[in-house]
């Protein structure tokens, strides 16, 4: 008993993830090249400016109500894992395989599987830090542009909205891909220091300010192209 309590304590995960951690692993994970190039295909689908920005805010919210589902399942299995342990736990071995084959297969890139298992933390600190950075130069450029009075885009409004339901779930669906990542702490919830606390706190903060950077970021677009322009650009930064 005493050697398998001792190898349980030599092999136990340190945790060693505050809260800063949390923020810098799911931000860094959430924003990627999606908020470059997917605002034409949502203001396509909007069809105005404004009903544009309301889009990028509404996949926050939904995966905010998702959050609070991982964090009830949480509370109930306090483990690493994330999706997988959860559909292992609830409906057996098959289940929790086959959502994590597919999870891992068909949802995310290459670069997603390499980036979660051998970047160091320094490095996340790192593309934390410069993603922040080239976002916060379009939203200050965009405040500038304000500033000086470059708001004839914005005063469109929602004139030439669609509101038909299957141009909103397209333009939802569209939203919520550039939003995924935000669950990714839950892959190392016993890594966390106070997990209890940290954990809900470091995934609404995180939804919380990757939905301002994405919303002042599309403001900051409208302040230099117009509807028309940024529909005929494959990638906005260019």
Same mark, same amino acid.
């Given at each position: 008993? +005493?050697?398998?309590? +001792? ?9 060693? *993830?505050?809260?800063?951690?949390? =923020? ?7 924003? $990627? ?30 995966? @905010? ?16 894992? &994330? ?6 736990? *609830?409906?057996?071995? =098959? ?8 999870? !891992?297969?068909? =949802? ?16 996340? +600190? ?30 469109? $409004? ?7 339901? &299957? ?13 995924? &990542?935000?669950?990714?702490?839950? !892959? ?9 606390? !940290? ?8 939804? =919380? ?5 994405? @919303?002042?970021? !599309? ?11 940024? @529909? ?7």
């Amino acid at each position: 008993m +005493a050697e398998s309590v +001792a190898a349980e304590s030599r092999f136990a995960v340190k945790r060693v *993830l505050g809260l800063r951690s949390i =923020l810098a692993i799911n931000i860094g994970l959430i924003i $990627g090249s999606g908020i470059f190039i997917t605002p034409a295909a949502v203001l396509q689908q909007a069809g105005s400016p404004a009903l544009s920005l309301l889009m990028w805010l509404l996949p926050a919210g939904l995966s @905010l109500l998702v959050g609070l589902c991982f964090l009830e399942l949480f509370s109930a299995m306090p483990v690493s894992g &994330g999706e997988y342990k959860y559909f292992f736990e *609830l409906y057996g071995p =098959l289940v929790g395989f086959l959502s994590a084959w597919t999870f !891992n297969l068909q =949802l995310f890139t290459v670069y997603r599987a390499i980036l979660s298992l051998t970047i160091t933390r320094c490095l996340v +600190a790192f593309f934390f830090l410069l993603k922040i950075l080239c976002l916060t130069v379009i939203i200050v450029i965009g405040c500038v542009r304000i500033a000086q009075g470059h708001t004839e885009n914005l005063e469109i $409004g929602f004139e030439g909205s669609t509101y038909s339901s &299957g141009v909103m779930a397209v333009s939802v669906q569209v939203g919520i891909f550039i939003y995924i &990542g935000w669950n990714d702490i839950f !892959n190392v919830i016993e890594e966390v220091e106070k997990a209890k606390r !940290n954990v809900p706190l470091g995934m609404f903060l995180s939804l =919380l300010i990757v939905a301002c950077l994405y @919303l002042l970021t !599309n403001v900051a677009y409208f302040t230099v192209l117009s509807p028309e322009e940024l @529909l005929n650009v494959h990638m906005v930064v260019t």
